[in-house]
């Protein structure tokens, strides 16, 4: 993919710090971090997001997202880690490229991923669950 930033990274076109690298990911450090430690783990095909991805790639993904998070975890001390990942320009994707988000948490980070919960009615629900199903 030409135009793709990160697909750019990965050919080492374009500099980046590498923390952790398989056969089918490469982690680095968000050049926009939230918090200290935010990681992305970039798919070394590529892939435009989750839905368009590979599932074998998929499969591979949350064992490497555990072992970036447990390092970053016990190297930087955080409380917790919020693991995100944005599927089109509404849910926040800003580069078409598929990838996790790694967000170390600390007790007084005040950072906030904010969503705010609607309280539809039980028909609501239902109808929804019958669409779904
Ligand atoms: P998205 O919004 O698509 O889920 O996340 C894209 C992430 O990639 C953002 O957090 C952004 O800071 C990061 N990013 C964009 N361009 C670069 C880059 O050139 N290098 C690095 N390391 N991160 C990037
Ligand atoms: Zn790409």
Redesign the pocket.
Known sequence: MDNC?FCK?LKNE?P?STVYEDDKFRA?????PIAKGHV?LLAKEHAANLLEADDELLAAALPAVKKVAKAVKKTLGCDGINVLQ?NGEEA????FHF?L?LIPRYADDNQEILWNPTSPSAEELAQIRELLS
Request: charged letters at 5%; glycine letters at 12%; aromatic letters at 0%.
């Open positions: 930033i990274i374009i980046s680095i450090m968000d050049i926009g992305i944005n926040g994707q800003t580069v990838h988000h």
